[in-house]
């Protein structure tokens, strides 16, 4: 079955940078997008379209894609970051939605 | 400003079907372009896409659970019904519907607004 894999955490200490790839087969056809979910609240769209930030999500979210791994960078990590970051996409052939296992991102 | 609300049983039985409602506002399903989605999240587990349905009856649903749902619109009513059969403990979740992202009046395989979600625990 197809799949999105993301690494199930991530630390960084504030003010670094933090990567969060995600990667799967089709993604050279298919847009990535990124969502943040923090405990008991539903997801926010961070990123669509691989790399556009809808309006009011902080410039220091961002996203990139090189081949089959798309990755959303979070610069300047703030304590207010720490949640779970989910990637999403489509099969290949744009027929059903997809989720990766989602990242759990730590601030130390 | 569009805002979607998800309804329906808080508990249901093992072999029981499972009816929620989405009840939005601020957009229109007879709208082109315009898509409305469920996902669900077992506690402490990954977010799981269920099916999209779309302005234009499309209706799309998760291979590996497309034997168990069923998903409608009633634009005048501006609501979408997810149902889903057989009913299972594995089923408990936290249910979210959610607007697609529309892009230019093109729709993407995404969700830009999501609902509050709707906890279903499937017990005997």
């Known amino acids: 079955s197809y799949e999105l894999t993301q690494p199930p955490s991530v630390s960084v200490s504030p003010g670094q940078t933090a990567r969060i790839t995600c990667s799967a087969d089709a993604l050279p056809k298919q847009f990535g997008y990124w969502y943040q979910q923090k405990p008991g609240q539903a997801p926010v769209l961070l990123i669509y379209?691989?790399?556009e930030r809808p309006s009011g999500i902080p410039e220091r979210f961002s996203g990139s894609s090189s081949g089959t791994t798309v990755t959303l960078t979070i610069s300047g990590v703030q304590a207010e970051d720490e949640a779970d970051y989910y990637c999403q996409s489509a099969d290949s052939s744009g027929t059903y939605v997809l989720f990766g296992g989602g990242t759990k991102l730590t601030v130390l | 400003q569009i805002t979607l609300k998800e309804s329906g049983p808080t508990l249901v039985k093992p072999t029981q079907t499972l009816t929620l409602t989405c009840t939005f506002s601020g957009f229109s399903l007879s709208t082109s372009g315009v898509g409305v989605g469920w996902i669900r999240q077992p506690p402490g587990k990954a977010l799981e896409w269920l099916a999209l349905?779309?302005?234009?009856?499309?209706?799309r649903y998760s291979p590996s659970l497309k034997s168990r749902l069923t998903i409608t619109k009633d634009t005048s009513k501006n609501q979408v019904v997810l149902s889903m059969t057989n009913m299972d403990p594995v089923d408990t979740a936290t249910y979210y519907c959610a607007h697609s992202l529309t892009i230019f009046g093109v729709v993407m395989d995404a969700f830009d607004i999501w609902g509050q979600g709707t906890m279903v625990t499937v017990s005997s």
């Open positions: 349905i779309y302005w234009n009856d499309d209706k």
């Open positions: 379209k691989d790399t």
